[in-house]
């Protein structure tokens, strides 16, 4: 099962669409879950739901993640060590999202765009190389340039 979650502050109608039209195309060899939040687009091609109290369920079942760009998300789908993409909504604040996910890549080759278009090419790339984020070795270090990162962002 693919899951994608969009977080419950901003619509992200954009990548939900692109997902759906994606199923539809028969890009995702698996059903496709999708916690859509305050989207308005309602999916034909996958599941939905807008909130659930946890969606860690879902986080653990999944073979790939698409999650939206928040700080949040991001960490859980770096920690779910499972093969993922994220998306920066655009129409977050300043576009912090963008900004937050660029600084980290810096740091760590996360799979990311501002382009939702891109998820095509993002999902089939996860499942041609092996695509395990390698978090640096040294935990603090770590640690220290997150900080470092979201004091930066404003975040």
């Known amino acids: ?4 979650t969009l977080g419950t502050t901003l ?3 954009a990548l939900l669409k692109e997902v759906d039209r994606l199923a539809a195309a028969g890009v995702f060899p698996e059903p496709v879950i999708c916690q859509t939040g305050t989207s308005t687009y309602i999916p034909e091609n996958c599941e ?6 946890t969606i860690a369920e879902y986080l653990n079942a999944a073979s790939f993640l698409i999650v939206h760009g928040g700080t949040g998300s991001t960490l859980q789908a770096l920690r779910s060590g499972r093969p993922f993409a994220v998306f920066a909504n655009p129409i977050a604040q300043n576009n912090h999202q963008a900004e937050f996910l660029q600084e980290l ?4 080759p996360i799979p990311w765009s501002d382009d939702v278009h891109d998820l095509a090419t993002l999902y089939t790339s996860a499942h041609q190389e092996d695509r395990k984020i390698k ?3 040294h935990r ?3 640690q220290d340039a997150l ?3 979201l004091r ?3 975040i």
């Open 135 to 137: 978090i640096p070795c």
């Open 105 to 108: 890549s810096n740091e760590i």
């Open 152 to 154: 930066e962002a404003g």
């Open 48 to 53: 939905s739901f807008p909130y659930k109290a």
């Open 147 to 149: 900080r470092s990162i």
């Open 140 to 142: 603090v270090k770590f």
């Open 11 to 13: 619509p992200f109608d």
């Open 1 to 4: 099962m693919i899951f994608v």
